[in-house]
């Protein structure tokens, strides 16, 4: 069997013809759910996308796809099903993980005082975020400029492969750049924007050295998480998208 075949089979895409949604009676209730926020930009493209903002870039597919991965890899009960929040929405705090996918993309992620207020809150009493798929120097300016408004007392900071997010459930020894689907389905360049093309893994950490935020510079978990079953993207990428999403709620649940 090759790799990926083992990757697929691992993660349910060879099980069954239909990729139902449904838990079957009395399975038991949802310890995870993957949370996407919804969060406010100035993405004049992202008007045209699902949900009407970069936010939705890849929902619900990559999401759900996911979901089917983490419950068969980690026996973890997960909420099989796409579950997205807004930065003030009460709910906020009933999950441990939020995702945010684009947030440099156009006019970037723009959060006013209050959300920045709600999110600033939510993290600081255990959430953890992770932020995904922004390329080159514009998206990272367009980003840190967010992140010095939610953290001005917190730096970000390159996280090193000895950092135990990369070893609490995967050992992941190397940070790969994981393009979008149209690079690796072309073979071509693994990188969007020439201004920087090092994938790199940011973190932002409090007083005890929790991470509370992971950014995954220079890649794109989620289009190799929502086309993994496709031949032509490759495995090598879509498994580390995994090992290393995986990582992510593992710590973000134990921690």
Request: aromatic share 14%.
């Amino acid at each position: 069997m090759t790799a990926r075949a083992v990757l697929l089979l691992c993660i349910g895409l060879l099980v069954s013809p239909c990729f139902s949604t449904q838990k079957p009676p009395g399975h038991a209730s949802p310890e995870f759910y993957f949370t996407r926020l919804i969060y406010p930009s100035g993405d004049f493209f992202g008007g045209f996308r699902r949900g009407g903002g970069s936010w939705a870039v890849d929902y619900p597919e990559a999401d759900y796809k996911f979901m089917w991965g983490v419950e068969r890899m980690t026996n973890i009960s997960v909420h099989p099903n796409e579950n997205a929040v807004e930065v003030l929405d009460p709910r906020l705090f009933d999950f441990p993980y939020l995702y945010i996918v684009e947030p440099g993309r156009g006019g970037g992620m723009n959060l006013n005082p209050v959300q920045v207020k709600q999110l600033r809150e939510y993290l600081d009493r255990g959430g953890f975020l992770h932020i995904d798929d922004f390329w080159g120097l514009y998206e990272l300016s367009n980003f840190q400029r967010e992140m010095r408004k939610l953290f001005p007392d917190r730096p970000v900071e390159e996280l090193t492969l000895d950092n135990e997010i990369f070893h609490v459930f995967f050992e992941v020894d190397k940070v790969m750049q994981i393009p979008g689907v149209q690079a690796a389905c072309n073979g071509g360049r693994t990188w969007q924007d020439p201004s920087d093309t090092r994938p790199r893994i940011f973190g932002i950490t409090d007083n005890n050295k929790r991470v509370k935020v992971v950014i995954t510079y220079n890649s794109d978990l989620g289009d190799a998480w929502e086309h993994m079953d496709e031949p032509c993207y490759p495995e090598l990428y879509s498994g580390q998208a995994y090992r290393m999403g995986i990582n992510f709620i593992v710590y973000a649940m134990s921690h």
